[in-house]
């Protein structure tokens, strides 16, 4: 079974910017739904994007217009650029993957069956 391995988290200042890269052991994982997730202390872990075999995105309200999810199938990445970052941000953040969901469906923990360790990302105001 693949593996998925976060990298990239750190801690900045508010208005600053960071890139999160998740490494996929197999190939095959990128042709399925895969999403970042955060999880901030004393709260449930939510979807904060998402990315479809067809490269559809979507994105939690929290976050449009600041964060970018992406594929790189050169590389074997799964990508989150996140700009204007703000305290709230504050996360560990993790990769995903719906194994042989090629669409995005649903949200729920339960529609992802790989995770990664996560990363940690935290925003100073």
């Known amino acids: 079974q693949g593996q998925l391995v976060e990298s990239g988290g750190a801690s900045v200042q508010a208005g600053g910017s960071l890139r999160l890269s998740c490494l996929v052991t197999?190939?095959?994982?990128?042709?399925?739904?895969m999403g970042w997730f955060r999880q901030a202390p004393g709260k449930e872990r939510e979807a904060v994007a998402t990315i479809d075999t067809f490269a559809s995105t979507k994105y939690a309200d929290s976050v449009k217009g600041r964060f970018t999810i992406s594929k790189d199938n050169a590389k074997k990445t799964l990508d989150l650029v996140m700009n204007s970052l703000k305290p709230e941000d504050t996360a560990q953040y993790y990769c995903?993957?719906?194994?042989?969901?090629?669409?995005?469906?649903?949200?729920?923990?339960?529609?992802?069956?790989?995770w990664g360790q996560g990363t940690q990302v935290t925003v100073s105001s």
């Open positions: 197999e190939f095959a994982y990128l042709t399925y739904c």
């Open positions: 995903a993957a719906a194994l042989g969901r090629p669409r995005c469906s649903s949200l729920d923990r339960d529609f992802f069956a790989s």
